[in-house]
């Protein structure tokens, strides 16, 4: 069953972007892997029943280990989706633990202004 609803549409908005940029995204941690961006799980802010404001993580991932050229991928594709339409409000680099290998990355947290129909 695919998600439905604000919090979804919120997510692809972010997904088609990235793909956009020519940039492989994943939502489902069992296909994260180097190389790719995950789109994490949303979070909100609410104003009204039908006015939010989501923000969401996306992790770039690089391959271990954590050397230059890991450095070199993670900061080039953070550059990428900083220069594009996504609003990203923070960057920080960090480490995620995937199918039990530890992975370099860079975490953006980016904002979406949404309205519910």
């Known amino acids: ?9 919120a997510r692809d908005a972010v997904v088609t972007q990235l793909t956009a ?3 492989k995204s994943v939502t489902d941690p069992r296909n994260a892997r180097p190389l790719t961006c995950m789109v ?11 006015v ?3 923000s969401l993580r996306i992790r770039i991932l690089g391959a271990p280990p954590a050397n230059q050229d890991a450095t070199d991928y993670l900061i080039t594709t953070a550059d990428t989706i900083i220069n594009s339409p996504i609003s ?4 920080q680099p ?8 530890d992975l370099p ?6 904002a979406v202004a949404i309205r519910r129909n």
Do not use: R
């Not at 960090?94 to 290998?101: H, I, L, S």
């Open 1 to 9: 069953m695919a998600a439905t609803g604000t919090l979804a549409a």
């Open 21 to 23: 940029l020519g940039l």
């Open 40 to 50: 994490e799980l949303p979070t909100a802010d609410t104003f009204t029943f039908n």
């Open 52 to 54: 939010l404001t989501v």
């Open 88 to 91: 990203v409000t923070s960057v």
């Open 94 to 101: 960090g480490a995620a633990n995937y199918g039990g290998q």
């Open 105 to 110: 990355t860079y975490d953006l947290t980016v």
